[in-house]
T-cell receptor, first 116, second 118 residues
Framework: AQKITQTQPGMFVQEKEAVTLDCTYDTSDQSYGLFWYKQPSSGEMIFLIYQGSYDEQNATEGRYSLNFQKARKSANLVISASQLGDSAMYFCAMRIGSSNTGKLIFGQGTTLQVKP | GAVVSQHPSWVICKSGTSVKIECRSLDFQATTMFWYRQFPKQSLMLMATSNEGSKATYEQGVEKDKFLINHASLTLSTLTVTSAHPEDSSFYIC??????????????FGDGTRLSIL
């Protein structure tokens, strides 16, 4: 079965410190994509970072990096130098199916609170 | 970047009313649109996938007659919650994807609609 699991309902981090949000996935597909989205309290979904199953390098986007461990089927998000504005809910998602026809399934989400 | 507009952003109505939510892709042609439902502090649950000009594909457990989806053009999809009841109160989010897709291209999300049924 295709599944995304985020085991941390809530996380706290001190401002300016780094934090890792966990994500594991389960799929029998060889080709898949992994995404992280941020959802502030206002509700919009903000795309953060993408990792393809065949990508050998871990993805990075500014302060965001994705620690991709394919054998362990994990795709953890690392946020460096946390800012107060990073407080939000974070979702890991997996695209199942092709990039043209596939759909996203989401993990349960992790609420991150950054302390000043 | 790609923009998806969702309207209304919030709506409050009486039980038994039908409510229509619009999702528009503003600067690209959305061949596929997705509708999600989200309860507070929970995950996004995919309700249905719609392709322009064809019937929507509903996820298991989603009532087709309750949640009517129309994707009549490449820039507009609508979700109608028919005869809404308090249990239909939720946050509904649409997402759109263009025809030319690349593997790293994310779906573009609307800002969501908060629906409250009294």
């Amino acid at each position: 079965a295709q599944k995304i699991t985020q085991t941390q309902p809530g996380m706290f981090v001190q401002e300016k410190e780094a934090v890792t949000l966990d994500c594991t996935y389960d799929t029998s597909d060889q080709s898949y994509g992994l995404f992280w989205y941020k959802q502030p309290s206002s509700g919009e979904m903000i795309f953060l970072i993408y990792q393809g199953s065949y990508d050998e390098q871990n993805a990075t986007e500014g302060r965001y990096s994705l620690n991709f461990q394919k054998a362990r089927k994990s795709a953890n998000l690392v946020i460096s130098a946390s800012q107060l504005g990073d407080s939000a809910m974070y979702f890991c998602a997996m695209r199942i199916g092709s990039s043209n026809t596939g759909k996203l399934i989401f993990g349960q989400g992790t609420t991150l609170q950054v302390k000043p | 970047g790609a923009v998806v507009s969702q309207h209304p952003s919030w709506v409050i109505c009486k039980s038994g009313t039908s409510v229509k939510i619009e999702c528009r892709s503003l600067d690209f042609q959305a061949t596929t649109m997705f509708w999600y439902r989200q309860f507070p502090k929970q995950s996004l649950m995919l309700m249905a996938t719609s392709n322009e000009g064809s019937k929507a594909t509903y996820e298991q457990g989603v009532e087709k007659d309750k949640f009517l989806i129309n994707h009549a053009s490449l820039t507009l999809s609508t979700l109608t919650v028919t005869s809404a009841h308090p249990e239909d109160s939720s946050f509904y989010i649409c997402s759109a994807r263009g025809g030319q897709t690349f593997s790293n291209q994310p779906q573009h999300f609307g800002d969501g609609t908060r629906l409250s049924i009294l």
